[in-house]
T-cell receptor
Framework: GAGVSQSPRYKVAKRGQDVALRCDPI?????LFWYQQALGQGPEFLTY????????KSGLPSDRFFAERPEGSVSTLKIQRTQQEDSAVYLC?????????????FGNGTRLTVT | GENVEQHPSTLSVQEGDSAVIKCTYS??????FPWYKQELGKRPQLIID?????GEKKDQRIAVTLNKTAKHFSLHITETQPEDSAVYFC????????????FGKGTKLSVKP
């Protein structure tokens, strides 16, 4: 079926605005990850869900960042009171299971620009 | 936690030559090492992976080697083509990470025709 789908593809926000980024994982994938990728850098881990449970949010940079996956499928990453340093590509990835040998499949990402 | 170092940051080769990218990791319990290719503005795509019970894996022009003792792994691309030009990321899955990957900073490979 389809791969990981993210929307919007691009988002421009004024500093101080709230944004919501959506991720639709591959159907049946248990695990869902959010990564932040700054220009010229590798993806940096933000948070991880197994079904609807958020098992690791150690990578979220501040309490302005919040993620949810209420029904164990679609996930939303919300950033409150955006700052310029939040400008980056936000990548979502899913995998069939969370441990062992299951590879991560990435979406195309949402490029967030905070002006 | 796990830390992954990747070098070189940029690599330029002539078409037909080989390219080698190297990564080191810190967590000796890490057991899964994928490589991703990312073209400009596109998603990272898995090109090859290796698990800790294997020392080498090959898929056509791409191979990966793993040295668990030294905690390093390498990507080898032979007979490079212009379409191999992209940024390549190595990653490691650490102990108790529940599937999370820690990525290197990437290598920008340019293949000149």
């Amino acid at each position: 079926g389809a791969g990981v789908s993210q929307s919007p593809r691009y988002k421009v926000a004024k500093r101080g605005q709230d944004v919501a980024l959506r991720c639709d994982p591959i159907s049946g994938h248990v695990s869902l990850f959010w990564y932040q990728q700054a220009l010229g850098q590798g993806p940096e881990f933000l948070t991880y869900f197994q079904n609807e449970a958020q098992l690791d949010k150690s990578g979220l940079p501040s309490d302005r960042f919040f993620a949810e996956r209420p029904e164990g499928s679609v996930s939303t990453l919300k950033i409150q009171r955006t700052q310029q340093e939040d400008s980056a590509v936000y990548l979502c990835a899913s995998s069939l299971v969370g441990t062992g040998n299951s590879p991560l499949h990435f979406g195309n990402g949402t490029r967030l620009t905070v002006t | 936690g796990e830390n992954v170092e990747q070098h070189p940051s940029t690599l330029s080769v002539q078409e037909g030559d080989s390219a080698v990218i190297k990564c080191t990791y810190s967590d000796s319990a890490s057991n899964y090492f994928p490589w991703y290719k990312q073209e400009l503005g596109k998603r990272p795509q898995l090109i090859i992976d290796i698990r800790s019970n294997v020392g080498e894996k090959k898929d056509q022009r791409i191979a990966v080697t793993l040295n668990k003792t030294a905690k390093h792994f390498s990507l080898h691309i032979t007979e490079t083509q212009p379409e191999d030009s992209a940024v390549y990321f190595c990653a490691a899955r650490g102990r108790g990470s529940q599937g999370n990957l820690i990525f290197g900073k990437g290598t920008k490979l340019s293949v000149k025709p």
